[in-house]
C-alpha cells in the first residue's frame, strides 16, 4: 500500500513518557506513540504500517500472526468498547524489546462494564518496523496448551466480525 492508500500518519500520543535514564530515539518514539494510539482504540491504517506484514500480536486473549490477524484486533477494540482510559504508562527500556508499564481504563459497550489492565508491554522492532507486541496482563502471558488453542481461536475469529477499512478515505469516515 502506499501512503495515498493508508493516509497521513497521525500519532495522537506525541508525548511519551520515559523512566529516569531512558532515551528514546525519535523512530522509537514514533514507535511508542503507535502504539499507545492502538491500545486507545485510536488505530489507522498509517499506523499500522509501522508493522512487518508478518508481525504479532499477543495478549491473554489473542495470538495474532500477520497483517489479517493483527490488524482486526486493534479495529475490534472500538467496536467492543464504548470508553477507552489510559491511566498510566511509562517506557522502562529503550532496547529491543522496547518495554512499557501501561495501565488502562475499558468500559465494555452496551453493558457498561469497567475493567482496568495492568500492562507489561513488550515492543520488538526489526529497522523501522515493528515485528511483535506482547501485552502481557499482570506482566503475565498464559502458557497452557488450552488457553493458547483459545487465543489462536479468537486471533482467527475476530478478522471474521471486525472490519478493516480498505483505505484512507474509509479509515477517515470511521473517523480514524
Known amino acids: 500500500m502506499s501512503s495515498t492508500d493508508t493516509g497521513e500518519l497521525k500519532i495522537e500520543n506525541t508525548n511519551v513518557k520515559t523512566g529516569p535514564s531512558v532515551s528514546l530515539s525519535s523512530q522509537q518514539n514514533t514507535l511508542v506513540g503507535s502504539v499507545l494510539d492502538l491500545f486507545a482504540g485510536r488505530p489507522s491504517l498509517a499506523k499500522l504500517q509501522l508493522w512487518s506484514d508478518d508481525a504479532t500480536f499477543e495478549d491473554p486473549i489473542t495470538v495474532a500472526k500477520g497483517r489479517k490477524q493483527y490488524e482486526p484486533q486493534w479495529y475490534g477494540l472500538q467496536t467492543a468498547f464504548s470508553e ?90 470511521r473517523g480514524n
Open 84 to 173: 477507552i482510559e489510559r491511566l498510566h504508562h511509562e517506557v522502562t527500556s529503550a532496547g529491543n524489546p522496547i518495554e512499557m508499564d501501561l495501565k488502562t481504563r475499558y468500559v465494555v459497550k452496551g453493558i457498561g462494564k469497567e475493567q482496568v489492565i495492568d500492562s507489561k508491554v513488550k515492543i520488538f522492532t526489526e529497522g523501522d518496523k515493528i515485528t511483535k507486541v506482547e501485552d502481557r496482563w499482570d506482566g503475565k502471558l498464559p502458557d497452557s496448551g488450552i488457553q493458547n488453542a483459545f487465543r489462536r481461536l479468537n486471533a482467527n475469529s475476530v478478522p471474521m466480525m471486525v472490519g478493516v477499512p480498505k483505505n484512507a478515505e474509509e479509515d477517515k469516515q
